[in-house]
């Protein structure tokens, strides 16, 4: 993969279906300046992490459930709640990112 000029980075199709990501799933960014980036889909995280992990608790504190449902880890509907909707990154318009 390689880091495009606006910092964007596009997965291969391979990962994209090996982890099950589909268009619009929002992800986890994960840093370490030792060990470097890792990527973890929303929905997975709350869906499967204990009510008590420290990951999963501020990641359910930053974002407002709209509805039951919203406890079932379906990032669509608790995404967003807490301001604006983030904007999307703009679409590459040549080949060369």
Known sequence: MTVGSRGQVALPA???????????DQLIVLSDPAEGLA???LARLLERAPADDPLAMLVRGAIRPTAPSA?????STAAGETGPEPTP???PTSGKE
């Not at 391979?14 to 619009?24: D, F, I, T, Y």
């Not at 406890?71 to 990032?75: C, E, L, R």
């Open 39 to 41: 990527l973890i889909p």
């Open 14 to 24: 391979q990962a994209r279906r090996n982890v099950g990501l589909e268009p619009g």
């Open 71 to 75: 406890a079932s880890g379906t990032a």
């Open 89 to 91: 990154p703009p679409t």
